[in-house]
């Protein structure tokens, strides 16, 4: 069963030396908890596939400690520094040209000439990736497919038998993935914690290339789930958001921020529970919603 340990200094220095011997650990971000390897060791990433059960051919986000650290895998282009200007915004990932002496397994970038960046907001990731010393690949700690974790809880239920430690940091604040964008564009690849303006260009469904962010369903409890649920049936639990009570709320003041924090804790609270049919409000698809109503709409679709 996985180590739990704390983020202090010991902590951190134990789950950076389990990663330097090609170990898995899961850390806490300001999005969700993320299942970390080295980037570089092949060996490491490729039992990062196998805990996850995920498909080899899906790329994995690699974690660094700061913008020098980026500009040695990646090519930034110019465009992208206004974005970065005020430093690295909390919950953005980057999609941009993969340096050819970056020193990435193959197995992270699934075999694409990109790379998906990101420079985590939360301290104790941070103080792993420093005292790490070099880039962490690390996808969403969950069993592929299902509910990502905000918990360390949450890792162990999935993971903990597949994974050599968690770092407990508590609840991570924003509570949805990370948002993605992709250069030369920049092109919107997933909505997510950073909330994108409008303006962004957003992919279509059907263009590559495939991610598993983007499969139909995806973010699954196991519960059958009915959106835009002003009411309750027979049977179902029921989450409220606004004046939409329900049985527990995202939100009762209707603030999508909270609710975007919560609705990973209540889908893993549901199975948890054994509820077998959920029903969840409408929510405004405007700002933070989008990102709240992309992973109902995919936790709702038809299991493959
Ligand atoms: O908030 C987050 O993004 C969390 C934390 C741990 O960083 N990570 C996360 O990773 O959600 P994951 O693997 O569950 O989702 C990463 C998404 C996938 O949809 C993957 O296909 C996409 O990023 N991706 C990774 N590299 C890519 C690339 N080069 N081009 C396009 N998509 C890419
Ligand atoms: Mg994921």
Redesign the pocket.
Same mark, same amino acid.
């Given at each position: 069963m996985a180590q739990v340990l704390q983020p202090d200094g010991q902590g951190i220095a134990t789950a950076a030396a389990l990663l330097a011997a090609g170990e898995l650990v899961a850390f806490p971000?300001e999005?969700?908890?993320?299942l970390g390897a080295d980037a570089r060791n092949d060996t490491a990433v490729a039992k990062v596939f196998e805990a996850k059960g995920r498909p080899s051919f899906?790329?994995? +986000?690699v974690?660094v400690a700061d913008r020098a650290e980026i500009d040695a895998i990646a090519e930034l282009p110019t465009e992208a520094d206004a974005l970065l200007a005020q430093g690295w915004p909390s919950?953005l990932?980057l999609?941009a040209k993969l340096r050819s002496d970056a020193g990435i397994s193959p197995l992270v970038?699934a075999g694409?000439a990109?790379?998906?960046l990101?420079v985590?907001g939360s301290g104790i990731a941070r103080d792993l990736l420093r005292a790490f010393g070099g880039p962490v690949a690390? #996808?969403?700690?969950n069993p592929s497919g299902r509910v990502?974790p905000t918990l360390a809880e949450h890792v162990t239920r999935g993971l903990g038998d597949r994974i050599a430690a968690v770092l407990d940091g508590g609840l991570t604040p924003a509570g949805l993935?990370?948002t +993605?964008l +992709?250069f030369p564009g920049p092109t919107l690849?997933?909505e997510? !914690?950073y909330p994108a303006p409008d303006t962004w260009p957003r992919q279509t469904q059907s263009e590559t290339?495939? !991610? #598993?962010?983007?499969l139909l369903s995806h973010y699954a409890p196991n519960a059958a789930v009915r959106l835009n649920a002003v009411e309750k049936r027979p049977g179902e639990w029921h989450i409220g958001f606004g004046e939409v009570a329900g049985d527990v709320s995202l939100s009762r003041t209707g603030d999508l921020v909270e609710a975007a924090a919560r609705l990973f804790v209540l889908l893993h609270e549901a199975d948890a529970n054994g509820i077998t049919a959920l029903a969840v409000a409408p929510i405004p698809d405007i700002g933070l919603g989008r990102a709240i109503n992309d992973r109902l709409r995919r936790a709702a679709a038809p299991r493959g």
């Open positions: 971000t999005t969700v908890y993320g899906n790329p994995l +986000i974690h919950g990932t999609v970038t694409l990109t790379v998906a990101r985590p690390a #996808p969403s700690a990502s993935e990370s +993605i +992709i690849l997933r997510g !914690a290339p495939p !991610a #598993p962010g983007q």
